[in-house]
């Protein structure tokens, strides 16, 4: 079994600083790509931003420059430093996770929870 576990979320105000955190423990062989995805009310998922086991990084357009994707392997967690935040970053932010459990399965992809972002005044 595998348990992924966000943190970080609240409110904050436009021009404010959030970091969220995705931790995943249990059965792990290795995780493979970490993502943020976030969900608005009314609107579908999108990617926020996601990094490979080499450390590659891509970004939505809407957040480069604003925010920066992190791993740290050994603690099997993945951060997303949200810098300049704007109204319209308001969301629920999920991370997703690519993990294999064993050397001889294939990634499968784990959620987390959500965490709710609001920015407002």
């Known amino acids: 079994q595998v348990q992924v576990v966000e943190s970080g979320g609240g409110l904050v105000q436009p021009g404010g600083s959030l970091r969220l955190s995705c931790a995943a423990s249990g059965s792990i062989f290795s995780i493979n790509a970490m993502g943020w995805y976030r969900q608005a009310p009314g609107k579908e998922r999108e990617l926020v931003a996601a990094?490979?086991?080499?450390?590659?990084?891509n970004y939505a357009d809407s957040v480069k420059g604003r925010f920066t994707i992190s791993r740290d392997n050994a603690k099997n967690t993945v951060y997303l430093q949200m810098n300049s935040l704007k109204p319209e970053d308001t969301a629920v932010y999920y991370c997703?996770?690519?993990?294999?459990?064993?050397?001889?399965?294939?990634?499968?992809?784990?959620w987390g929870q959500g965490t709710q972002v609001t920015v407002s005044s």
């Open positions: 997703n996770l690519r993990v294999r459990v064993t050397i001889a399965t294939l990634p499968e992809a784990y």
């Open positions: 990094i490979n086991s080499g450390g590659s990084t």
